[in-house]
């Protein structure tokens, strides 16, 4: 049985920096490859960025919503995965998604999401 | 980066019927790295098939996905009152991995 277990939420101020954490099993975290996508409110999904953490490798989307702010990074003593999203901006009040990939190194469909974590940033 | 468009916006259906969901990319995708996803209010989207055309695990065989190149579509049979949700698509063979902007399935 998968488990991404997410942190709560987040109120955050304009400029300020946030981390998620998506905690998972250690086969899990071993084996699989993590996405992170966010969704804003009434919107639709956006990926952010994505981690192997058994071979190190990340892999970000550089558009202009966050390039340079992202960083993905991955804990084997606590098999959890994080996404720091810095310099926070109203914009980024959005409900993020840590995904499980299918199995592919290449390229992985999401097969698992997390419940989710709502960032809210306000001044 | 692949810019993916679906159509229709909205597509108002009455259960039982057929319901067939469009998404065009801007530049051609391998067929192994294309997903559709279900999503329900409150909740986390759901993989419902990958690969164009292999539905995920669990998913009904009322779902079914097809499509190459630039176009795929995904047709769900006969709609179920669990149906009615917001459907995306997906590429993840060119980085960034980019979705759709969404297809609404509701009541008519």
């Known amino acids: 049985q998968v488990q991404l277990v997410q942190s709560g939420a987040e109120v955050k101020k304009p400029g300020s920096s946030v981390r998620v954490s998506c905690k998972t099993s250690e086969n899990t975290f071993n084996n699989y490859a993590f996405s992170w996508v966010r969704q804003a409110p009434g919107q639709g999904l956006e990926w952010m960025g994505r981690?192997?953490?058994?071979?190190?490798?990340?892999?970000?989307a550089q558009n202009l919503s966050f390039q340079d702010r992202v960083s993905i990074t991955a804990d084997k003593s606590t098999t959890t995965v994080y996404l720091e999203l810095r310099s926070l901006r109203s914009d980024d009040t959005a409900v993020y998604y840590c995904?499980?990939?299918?199995?592919?190194?290449?390229?992985?469909?999401?097969?698992?999401w997390g419940q989710g974590t709502m960032v809210i940033v306000s001044s | 980066e692949v810019v993916l468009t679906q159509s229709p916006g909205t597509l108002s259906l009455s259960p039982g019927e057929r319901a067939t969901l469009s998404c065009r990319a801007s530049q051609s995708v391998s067929s192994s790295y294309f997903a559709w996803y279900q999503q329900k209010p409150g909740q986390a989207p759901r993989l419902l098939i990958y690969g164009a055309s292999t539905r995920a695990t669990g998913i009904p065989d009322r779902f079914g996905g097809s499509g190459s190149g630039t176009d795929f579509t995904l047709t769900i049979s006969r709609l179920e009152p669990e149906d009615f949700a917001v459907y995306y698509c997906?590429?993840?063979?060119?980085?960034?991995?980019?979705f759709g902007q969404g297809t609404k399935v509701e009541i008519k």
């Open positions: 997906q590429q993840y063979g060119s980085s960034p991995w980019t």
């Open positions: 995904t499980k990939g299918d199995g592919s190194w290449v390229g992985d469909a999401l097969d698992f």
């Open positions: 981690i192997i953490p058994v071979l190190g490798l990340t892999n970000y």
